[in-house]
């Protein structure tokens, strides 16, 4: 609270009465108009040293304990849910200020609230309905105005504790009424603070609980759609290998049926005259240059085996009889040998 007065005063320019948006963001969790921000201040310090006298820290939350602080309604009247898209809400700091009951925070919010007002536009400025003094009738002068109402400053506090933990969503808060004042309830709200701080640990336990439950059944979900996608990667591997050594032999049987063309020119050109023979053979030297190898060996070797295209990251028996691979790859090795057979 030492010092804070003078950062707060330190703000972006408002309008007349509206919240202060000071400039520096590491500051108490207060939310406050000008003229209540000594108010605000005075309660914050009596709250605050309610809490040390019991043995309670009241700090802004350290930076490495990734608190988190809750969104603040300021309305008085909290009569309907507000779209964030059209409203972005008063100033609140960088990280929120929390109350360690034992080793579990608890988030401390104080907020002026804001009252629906009625005010009117008059010559450039919104002033309160209330303020509003009518000119004298005149035939020279007419008085062009409009009314409209807006959410102001009630100069009324509003007390917010709440979990500042996001795995557990809870909050409670205490608020002035015109007739009564927070600052006369501050040993009231230490006690409740602690009472809460009881049923937030176990809330906590219980978020940890089903945080681990939904972690191992993520974890369990995860492993089988690896095992599933290793599957399937294996059983595409072989469907490849079994492709890939079908194209193999039927390259080598094109081959070979143009070898034996080639062997039929070769013949035929032997009974040539000499003259005519040298071209005939010099182009089936360029044909047989422009086939490549014809050995069976060369295109077996370039054939890939279903390990050589896809490792398993898992054993066999993993695989259910449906796709054993064993029976799978003796199935397919067998059709290979027959369409082999037939290629030949």
């Keep these: 609270i030492r010092g804070a007065k003078e950062h707060f005063e330190n703000s972006r320019p408002v309008d007349d009465g509206a919240y202060l948006k000071p400039y520096k963001k590491l500051l108490v969790d207060v939310t406050t108009s000008k003229a209540c921000l000594d108010k605000a201040l005075d309660f914050a310090n009596d709250l605050f040293n309610a809490f040390e006298s019991v043995g309670h820290r009241v700090v802004i939350a350290p930076s490495d304990e990734q608190l988190r602080r809750a969104t603040i309604d300021e309305r008085e009247v909290r009569n ?21 009951v034992g080793t579990v925070a608890i988030g401390l919010a104080i907020v002026e609230m804001s009252e629906e007002v ?5 010559r450039g400025q919104y002033i309160r309905e209330a303020d509003y003094i009518p000119p004298r009738p005149s035939r020279h002068y007419a008085d062009h105005t409009w009314t409209t109402t807006r959410e102001l400053p009630s100069g009324r506090l509003r007390l917010v504790a709440y979990s500042p933990y996001h795995r557990v969503s809870w909050s409670v808060d205490w608020q002035e009424t015109k007739k009564t004042s927070l600052r006369s309830s501050v040993k009231s709200i230490v006690k409740a603070v602690e009472d809460a701080a009881v049923d937030l640990v176990a809330k906590l336990e219980e978020a940890d609980r089903k945080a681990e439950i939904a972690r191992q059944e993520w974890l369990a979900a995860e492993e089988k759609r690896r095992r599933e996608e290793d599957r399937r990667r294996v059983e595409q591997s072989i469907r490849d290998s079994r492709e890939h050594l079908g194209q193999v032999i039927q390259q080598w049987s094109n081959v070979m049926s143009v070898e034996r063309f080639l062997a039929g020119v070769e013949q035929r050109a032997a009974e040539l005259p000499e003259i005519d ?12 240059e422009f086939l490549g190898t014809q050995d069976p060996l060369d295109f077996f070797l370039s054939w890939k085996t279903p390990n050589e295209r896809y490792r398993p990251r898992y054993a066999e028996p993993d695989f ?5 691979i064993g029976t799978m790859r003796g199935n397919e090795a067998k059709q290979e040998c027959d369409s082999s057979e037939g290629s030949l």
Excluded: F, I, M
């Design 118 to 122: 009625l005010l009117r536009y008059v």
């Design 80 to 100: 309907k849910q507000r779209n964030p898209y059209y409203h972005s809400g008063p100033w609140s700091p960088h990280r929120p200020t929390v109350v360690y």
């Design 277 to 288: 023979r040298a071209p005939v053979l010099e182009r089936l030297k360029l044909a047989r």
């Design 320 to 324: 259910d009889s449906e796709t054993d």
